[in-house]
Nanobody, 122 residues
Framework: VQLQASGGGLVQAGGSLRLSCAASGFNLDYYTIGWFRQAPGKEREGVSSISTSGSSTYFANSVKGRFTISRDNAKNTVYLQMNNLKPEDTAVYYC????????????????WGQGTLVTVSS
């Protein structure tokens, strides 16, 4: 059972990145997926979450209107599209899977990916 987050990189402010969260060893269809991030020297915080069907989503206020989340259950993958990136979005981004409604409560997620680094330059 493994989650693999990818798609991070270095981008200028105002740019875009798309992160992917791919599962192996289990079917993501049954799991709510959450994205979290941890900036240097800060605690990990919730960014976004999507229900199993994709019909329900949640976004932190700091990313509303800039980030979107989607899932392709056929590919066993969830995406986080990040637009109009800001330097304060710089962080390691993690995806997590849990049997839960969309939530930023980390304790509700059972499986975690290893993280992918997003760096936004000003």
């Amino acid at each position: 059972v493994q989650l693999q987050a990818s798609g991070g990189g270095l981008v200028q402010a105002g740019g875009s990145l798309r992160l992917s969260c791919a599962a192996s060893g289990f079917n993501l269809d049954y799991y709510t997926i959450g994205w979290f991030r941890q900036a240097p020297g800060k605690e990990r915080e919730g960014v976004s979450s999507i229900s199993t069907s994709g019909s329900s989503t949640y976004f932190a206020n700091s990313v509303k209107g800039r980030f979107t989340i989607s899932r392709d259950n056929a590919k066993n993958t969830v995406y986080l599209q990040m637009n109009n990136l800001k330097p304060e979005d710089t962080a390691v981004y993690y995806c997590a899977a849990g049997i839960t409604i969309p939530t930023m409560n980390e304790g509700r997620y059972d499986y975690w990916g290893q993280g992918t680094l997003v760096t936004v330059s000003s």
